[in-house]
Nanobody, 121 residues
Framework: QVQVVESGGGLVQPGGSLRLSCAASGNIGHIYDMGWYRQGPGKQRELVAA???????NYGDSVKGRFTISRDNAKNTLYLQMNSLEPEDTAVYFC???????????????WGQGTQVVVSS
């Protein structure tokens, strides 16, 4: 009853930019934390950037200064602006949202299906 859908991935040359979007929809009572994670070939899933409901942010060390996370609470949408992309940024990028559904008390984790980012010349 809650969907989280990423978009915006693709192929980009080193040094280029991409903007990812993550839209949450469905039976949403409230969205708390939202974040981006990625999983590269042969690697474990890692935190890219996260934003709490109050607006505080947290970035993975490898993306600090290059990536910017933002959210539009009115649209239940999370964004990731990625600049100065490097081949090491190649991965499937997943969106995570902590959501309480209407009529429920507990908060639950929701994940999107992922969007592929390939950085290559």
């Amino acid at each position: 009853q809650v969907q989280v859908v990423e978009s915006g991935g693709g192929l980009v040359q080193p040094g280029g930019s991409l903007r990812l979007s993550c839209a949450a929809s469905g039976n949403i009572g409230h969205i708390y934390d939202m974040g981006w994670y990625r999983q590269g070939p042969g690697k474990q899933r890692e935190l890219v950037a996260a934003m709490a409901g109050g607006g505080s942010t947290n970035y993975g060390d490898s993306v600090k200064g290059r990536f910017t996370i933002s959210r539009d609470n009115a649209k239940n949408t999370l964004y990731l602006q990625m600049n100065s992309l490097e081949p090491e940024d190649t991965a499937v990028y997943f969106c995570n949202a902590v959501i309480r559904q209407i009529g429920r008390i507990l908060r639950e984790d929701y994940w999107g299906q992922g969007t592929q980012v390939v950085v290559s010349s």
